[in-house]
């Protein structure tokens, strides 16, 4: 069974772009959460869908959305690049939004903003 | 609200030796799952043990084991018989229903020769 995929796997853009990265699920899931998390620092929660809908997002401007398509694939955008965007993107996904599932993570999207 | 503690920014172990990596919570809700996460250098999360807070039996998973004691809201990754490639950033998490899941700070393990 394939794991969670991410692309691209690194990705280079200067200040005042846009960034969008991508997230596939492992087959049968349907919540999918974004994780940012900068060079030697834990998890930071962004973003978390379930079933199409934002479920909840962390503490983070409004310049970072995302969106959950039907096939729970998602994708997350990053606009107006700021250098502290810099860091490693983690995607995860679990089978059912309950307290017992297992979140399984992708390789993640390295992100440079120069 | 939600809280994962997680004291010891960085443990060493001798290879071959047993090693307990600390991690302790917070909740209100009687209904929780805590999970502990690996991270090596290569930056991939991979996901070792899951505790259940109404399971009756400590957790385990080949040579990790989860020493869950609910009334100090404490989940302890415990590691047997240490490998060089278990030196990595270890990672404790909650997640309660209907919210999302909340990580600890971390914990970098280094394995000695």
């Known amino acids: 069974e394939a794991g969670v995929t991410q692309s691209p796997t690194h990705l280079i853009k200067t200040r005042g772009q846009q960034a969008t990265l991508r997230c596939s699920p492992i087959?049968?899931?349907?919540?999918v959460y974004w994780y940012q998390q900068a060079l030697g620092l834990g998890l930071q929660f962004l973003l978390w869908y379930d079933e199409g809908e934002e479920r909840n997002r962390g503490n983070f401007p409004p310049r970072f959305s995302g969106r959950q398509f039907p096939n729970y694939s998602s994708e997350l955008n990053v606009n107006a690049l700021e250098l502290e965007d810099s860091a490693l993107y983690l995607c995860a996904s679990s089978f059912v939004s309950t307290s017992t599932d297992t979140q399984y993570f992708g390789p993640g999207t390295r992100l440079t903003v120069l | 609200a939600q809280k994962i503690t997680q004291t010891q920014p960085g443990m060493f172990v001798q290879e071959k030796e047993a090693v307990t990596l600390d991690c302790t919570y917070d909740?209100?809700?009687?209904?929780?799952?805590l999970f502990w996460y690996k991270q090596p250098s290569s930056g991939e999360m991979i996901f070792l043990i899951y505790q259940g807070s109404y399971d009756q039996q400590n957790a385990t998973e080949g040579r990790y084991s989860l020493n869950f004691q609910k009334a100090r809201k404490s989940a302890n990754l415990v590691i047997s018989a240490s490998q060089l490639g278990d030196s990595a950033m270890y990672f404790c998490a909650m997640k309660n229903y209907g919210q999302n899941f909340v990580f600890g700070p971390g914990t970098r393990l280094s394995v000695l020769p």
């Open positions: 087959s049968g899931h349907t919540s």
């Open positions: 909740t209100s809700d009687p209904s929780y799952g």
